[in-house]
């Protein structure tokens, strides 16, 4: 295996992030499962986990579940984050109209799913028929999936509502919206505690998931809107 001494890719620090959040995507719309520790390190400004005394920690490295943050519940399946690049995490001005975004500030609007799967309550597609009037328009939409559909969908169900969802996305959004798919990550889901749920998860399945998924939205939309890979698997 070959691996440089430096890596291509910028590094930005969460400012610079929170920044360009501000100035050129102030509002998106983030739909999907497992989202909590992405959002912990940018609404934190990169603080959470950061100490070197708690990098090594079982919270840390993941389970953090219990823990919530900032305007994040862990119940609430509709949350309105505005990301200062300054003070990070602050309570949105005005929880009615979800898409006002604060001064010098941007807003994500947070849609929790359980993936596409029958664990949702209510039904994910249900989100849809939420007054996106109110929810404003972003310039970036992600959508955040495979991880609970790997563990606990099958691959038939998946493909079904892979295909509704996009039916959605394209009466949703205008083409002038860029989506950012983000894939299946390493790590899913604490629904193992029951013992009626069998998590079928690993890393080929996960793969697979995500490729069909990034496929059947390039089919989809590639030639009107952009999409965008954010691959952490």
């Known amino acids: 295996m070959w691996l440089s001494y430096n890596c291509r890719l910028c590094r930005y620090s969460y400012q610079e992030f929170a920044q360009c959040l501000q100035q050129k995507h102030s509002l998106v719309h983030w739909f999907g499962d497992s989202p909590r520790r992405a959002l912990k390190k940018i609404t934190t400004l990169g603080k959470w986990c950061s100490r070197s005394d708690e990098v ?5 490295i993941c389970n953090d579940n219990v823990k919530g943050f900032g305007s994040y519940s862990k119940q609430t399946l509709v949350i309105p984050l505005d990301i200062d690049p300054v003070t990070g995490d602050t309570l949105p001005l005005d929880s ?3 898409g006002t975004v604060a001064t010098n500030s941007s807003h994500i609007i947070l849609l929790k799913w359980g993936g596409l799967t029958t664990l949702n ?19 970036v939409t992600i959508f955040a999936l495979v ?7 099958t691959w038939l169900l998946f493909i079904q509502q892979v295909e509704m969802l ?5 009466q949703t959004y205008l083409t002038s919206t860029n989506i950012i798919i983000r894939t299946g990550q390493y790590f899913c889901c604490t629904y193992d505690i029951n013992p009626q749920l069998k998590r079928k998860y690993f890393r080929l399945r996960n793969q697979y998931f995500s490729q069909y998924l990034v496929d059947e939205f390039n089919a989809q939309f590639g030639d009107e809107q952009r999409i965008s890979i954010w691959d952490v698997g």
């Open 96 to 98: 009615q109209q979800l």
């Open 121 to 139: 309550n209510p039904p994910w597609e249900s989100t849809f028929s939420l007054s996106f009037t109110q929810m404003g328009t972003p310039s």
């Open 147 to 153: 991880n609970w559909d790997v563990a606990f969908s």
């Open 166 to 170: 996009i039916e959605h996305v394209a």
């Open 56 to 60: 090594d920690t079982q919270l840390c």
